[in-house]
């Protein structure tokens, strides 16, 4: 079974690592698809965003990183994925999932949405949190991959 794991990824997180880790263990081949042309105006590249996720996802030998554009069931298509896997945080973040999930069942009804519920300890952090903290001087090295410390240490202090 193909999967795929759509997101922004601005940037990764140990969240985003976690639902990796255990969609890889369910699934044959995962393919992190990273949304390249979304309405948000993302802090890193979409490159900067694959390569940061590769480094991440290394030990994962059944995990693939790619970029995508336009709809999510086209780029499944493509990828030949049957089941689309989204992390789900907390009670706030089901209404949106659900609107989503029940959109790309319309779109295609050959593709099916499975939600993973994130592990505990990560149930706090968001790509939005970890910007906002480091925008900030704060410490992130808990929340995100090192790779991913370094970079935005790195692209903050050239803003
Ligand atoms: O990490 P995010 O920002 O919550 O991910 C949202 C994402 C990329 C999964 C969603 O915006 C998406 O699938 N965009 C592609 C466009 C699309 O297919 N839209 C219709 C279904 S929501």
Not at 53 to 77: M, R, T, W, Y
Not at 144 to 158: D, F, G, H, R, Y
């Amino acid at each position: 079974m193909i999967a795929i794991y759509p997101g922004s990824f601005d940037p990764i997180t140990n969240g985003h690592l976690d639902i990796i880790k255990r969609a890889s263990k369910v699934v044959d081949n995962l393919v992190v698809a990273v949304l390249c042309n979304g309405s948000k105006r993302p802090l890193f590249s979409t490159e900067e965003r694959v390569e940061m996720i590769k480094a991440a996802c290394h030990p994962f030998e059944n995990v693939d990183v790619q970029a995508f554009s336009g709809l999510l069931v086209d780029f499944a298509k493509q990828t030949s994925a049957k089941v689309i896997i989204r992390g789900l945080r907390a009670t706030a973040d089901f209404e949106n999932e659900f609107k989503m999930a029940i959109t790309n069942k319309a779109l295609s009804d050959n593709i099916e949405t499975l939600f993973l519920p994130t592990s505990l300890q990560y149930s706090y952090i968001s790509s939005s949190m970890v910007k906002e903290v480091a925008s900030l001087g704060g410490d992130v090295s808990f929340m995100v991959p090192n790779v991913v410390e370094k970079k935005i240490l790195q692209k903050i202090a050239s803003i």
